[in-house]
């Protein structure tokens, strides 16, 4: 039996129903590995940190993440910025406005140095396609753990047992591939979210990812012809019945939010001037007045 948890570093571990997630694990290597960029890059400089966890840059002074991060200051690279607390925005989903799901998208007071806007997904994309996810998490245990079937910790695989790597220290913004196996409507406990579904499996995808604690926020990246788009939020993660809370186990799947059910609400939240054009449409407008006031006085 699988159950769901939020993959966020503030996050309990282990809730009843859905996990947040944290940095992306890799299956491949010693797991320290993919920590730059991509050579066929999707947009690992428009993922940065927010509240210990992960968000996207989208464009126009925009950022979006999932609503149990939270708004606060958010990092790209070096630099910090300063949300506009008035401009936090709940998505919901549109077949249903009262139901609130796990995203959320706020205004920077300034732009982002040297960031260029993404394209959103409108629709889903294929079915058992590859995927970039790019997160901000915990680091990998270098070496293979191996389970038996009530979680003691054995020496090698065995029949009815379980294998994977447990979470170890620090966190790293790292990238990873998988393919799509799925859609489900997740429920996090902190809204109803329609998302995209991937598996953590051993031998799959090069880089095989699985999120963990940190990684909410971060971004999935689908390649639509010769064009990345973002096409998912990272959310939560699932676990085996007494699986230990803080390991990545082959089976496991992450659930990322499908940006292509909301693209439509995130354009129109993102139709907002960026902030450097609303403050010049200001001092234009002060100005205007002024110079009204003035002539008006001469007369």
Same mark, same amino acid.
Request: charged content about 15%; hydrophobic content about 30%; proline content about 3%.
């Given at each position: 039996m699988l159950s769901l948890i939020r993959i966020s570093a503030a996050a309990s571990l282990i809730l009843v129903g859905i996990a947040s997630a944290p940095a992306v694990i890799i299956e491949g290597g010693d797991g320290t590995g993919n920590t730059t960029a991509p050579t066929d890059d999707p947009g690992w400089s428009n993922v940065g940190v927010l509240n210990g966890d992960s968000c996207v840059y989208l464009g126009n002074g925009w950022v979006i993440s999932a609503s149990h991060v939270g708004l606060g200051s958010v990092t790209f690279g070096s630099s910090s910025y300063a949300a506009i607390g008035s401009s936090y925005t709940r998505l919901y989903d549109p077949s249903n406005p009262s139901q609130a799901a796990d995203l959320i998208m706020f205004?920077?007071?300034?732009?982002?140095?040297?960031?260029?806007?993404?394209?959103?997904?409108?629709?889903?994309?294929? %079915? =058992?396609?590859?995927?970039d996810a790019i997160g901000n998490g915990l680091n990998r245990a270098t070496n293979e753990t191996f389970w038996d079937g009530d979680w003691n910790v054995v020496s090698g695989s065995v029949l009815g047992g379980y294998a994977g790597y447990y979470w170890g220290s620090g966190a790293t913004k790292r990238w990873g591939?998988?393919?799509? %196996?799925?859609?489900?409507?997740? @429920? !996090?406990?902190? =809204?109803?979210?329609?998302?995209?579904?991937?598996?953590?499996?051993?031998? =799959?995808? @090069?880089?095989? #990812?699985?999120?963990?604690?940190?990684?909410?926020?971060?971004?999935?990246?689908?390649?639509? =012809?010769?064009?990345?788009?973002?096409?998912?939020? #990272?959310? %939560?993660? !699932?676990?085996?019945?007494?699986?230990?809370? !803080?390991?990545?186990?082959?089976?496991?799947?992450?659930?990322?939010?499908?940006?292509?059910?909301?693209?439509?609400e995130i354009a129109q939240v993102m139709s907002v001037p960026e902030p450097s054009i609303l403050a010049l449409a200001l001092t234009g407008s002060i100005a205007g007045w002024f110079f009204w006031r003035r002539r008006t006085a001469a007369r």
């Open positions: 205004q920077l007071q300034t732009t982002p140095t040297g960031l260029s806007g993404l394209t959103v997904s409108s629709t889903e994309p294929t %079915a =058992g396609a590859q995927i591939t998988n393919t799509l %196996a799925g859609r489900a409507s997740v @429920d !996090d406990g902190s =809204g109803i979210t329609e998302s995209l579904k991937t598996t953590f499996s051993s031998g =799959g995808s @090069d880089n095989e #990812m699985q999120a963990a604690a940190g990684d909410s926020g971060g971004g999935v990246f689908y390649k639509r =012809g010769s064009s990345w788009e973002l096409a998912g939020i #990272m959310l %939560a993660v !699932d676990f085996y019945s007494g699986q230990p809370g !803080d390991t990545a186990v082959f089976g496991n799947s992450t659930y990322s939010a499908d940006l292509s059910v909301y693209s439509g």
